[in-house]
């Protein structure tokens, strides 16, 4: 089957770090909840199946406390800081940030140690101190102030960047599931492997930085759910996988 052929890089490098004796490690991130829906409720089913532990980046603005109840009990589920509103303060012409340079600092703290405190106190258990900047992106400026927030770490996306090193632990998601830009479905199967098994082989020689999975499981279709499914699969085939939670990379 064509989509078997798919996975096999990955079955191939997870198999050359069993024989190194070594661990690769993943992480998952899911952004956007705020609410139980039925998306949602597939998402936790599918970790469960696997136990693979799962950090949803929630937007605190408007966070129903349906959501606070219906994880009170997932204990695999963490909860990060998604931003305060996830609204788009950048100019047409620009990427959009709710965190970039176009208001005060003073402001965006201010909505950031709200979004905190109501997180932390609707998800005693489940709370993260870490700040996931909506479209992954945050002025640099406004990075200094997160320890004073008590934030413990920043997740944003891609290769570690310098701007962001040296002020709080950065935990990054690598691997998009998504193709914003053309389908916005998933991307290609075959592709989403090829950039996995990249980090993977980045690791393998310098660091053991864990892979961040990224997914929004509000706009899933069935190709990205099959993905994740898959590659939950084809990681628990193997004693080289293992998936962390945020809570223990902290
Ligand atoms: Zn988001």
Request: proline share 6%.
């Amino acid at each position: 089957m064509m989509d078997e052929a798919a996975w096999q890089p990955l079955r191939q490098e997870l198999a050359r770090w069993t024989k190194a004796n070594r661990i690769a490690r993943f992480w998952l991130r899911d952004d956007d909840a705020v609410a139980p829906t039925a998306a949602l409720e597939r998402l936790l089913m599918l970790r469960e199946a696997y136990q693979v532990p799962l950090t949803l980046a929630v937007v605190p603005a408007y966070v129903k406390e349906q959501l606070a109840r219906r994880l009170a009990h997932e204990v695999g589920v963490n909860v990060a800081v998604h931003g305060w509103s996830h609204e788009n303060h950048a100019s047409a012409n620009e990427k959009k940030q709710e965190l970039g340079p176009h208001r005060a600092l003073n402001v965006m703290s201010a909505e950031l140690g709200e979004g905190y405190r109501l997180l932390e106190k609707l998800f005693p258990d489940r709370f993260v101190p870490v700040l996931v900047p909506p479209w992954n992106r945050i002025d640099p400026l406004l990075l200094n102030e997160l320890p004073n927030l008590d934030f413990k770490a920043l997740s944003v996306f891609g290769p570690p960047n310098e701007k962001f090193t040296g002020v709080l632990p950065v935990i990054n998601a690598h691997v998009d599931l998504m193709d914003w830009h053309g389908t916005r479905g998933c991307r290609d199967h075959g592709q989403l492997v090829e950039a996995i098994v990249k980090e993977l082989q980045l690791r393998f020689i310098s660091s053991d930085e864990p892979v961040g999975i990224l997914t929004h499981h509000l706009v899933h279709d069935d190709s990205a759910w099959d993905f994740l499914r898959r590659l939950f699969a084809v990681a628990a085939a193997t004693p080289a996988g293992r998936w962390v939670s945020l809570r223990d990379l902290l």
